[in-house]
């Protein structure tokens, strides 16, 4: 049977997927020969730390919170399929992911991918917070897509 998750869940899941990031990104910084892209890196993954504490502050009041709509269940099992699919929603999952990358340009890739999996995942976590929270979550998707386009435009430095 799947597990379904409550909202406090999902909020750890975005709790777990910045910490991964910020292992990820901290861990990327060292594969770049190119001090501009490892400075770029660092503060992507300081960023992650801003995120941690949004979501903080989010779990204080959002644990009991039902999603809109006639049928949570199905949500809540969307948001398990989702989450399953995730790379970085379990504990170590950022050094796990950056030990198999082979070229700092992998890296780069697959940080737009998980840059992407986040903003998709951000975008449904709205549903599972108060409507007085989801301003915030909204100020996460932001730094998410500011995010990725930097790891764009880093993208576009190295040579193929």
């Not at 801003?50 to 039902?66: A, D, L, M, N, V």
């Not at 989702?82 to 697959?110: M, Q």
């Not at 301003?135 to 998410?144: Q, T, V």
């Not at 500011?146 to 576009?156: G, M, P, Q």
Request: net charge negative.
């Amino acid at each position: 049977m799947v597990k379904k998750f409550s909202a406090c869940e999902i909020i750890e899941i975005g709790i777990q997927i910045e910490k991964n990031g910020k292992d990820f990104y901290e861990r990327l910084a060292d594969m770049t020969p190119s001090p501009d892209a490892a400075k770029a890196l660092k503060e992507l993954s300081e960023a992650e730390d801003s995120h941690i504490k949004t979501f903080r502050e989010i779990f204080s009041g959002s644990c009991s919170y039902q999603p809109e709509g006639a049928y949570p269940d199905e949500y809540f099992l969307y948001m398990n399929s989702l989450a399953s699919d995730y790379v970085f929603t379990k504990e170590g999952e950022g050094r796990n992911a950056i030990s198999i990358v082979k070229t700092y340009r992998e890296g780069i890739e697959l940080g737009i991918s998980l840059e992407k999996d986040s903003i998709l995942f951000y975008q449904e976590m709205k549903k599972f917070v108060p409507p007085g929270e989801r301003e915030k979550i909204d100020k996460l998707i932001d730094n998410e897509k500011e995010h990725l386009t930097r790891l764009v435009e880093l993208k576009k430095e190295v040579p193929k």
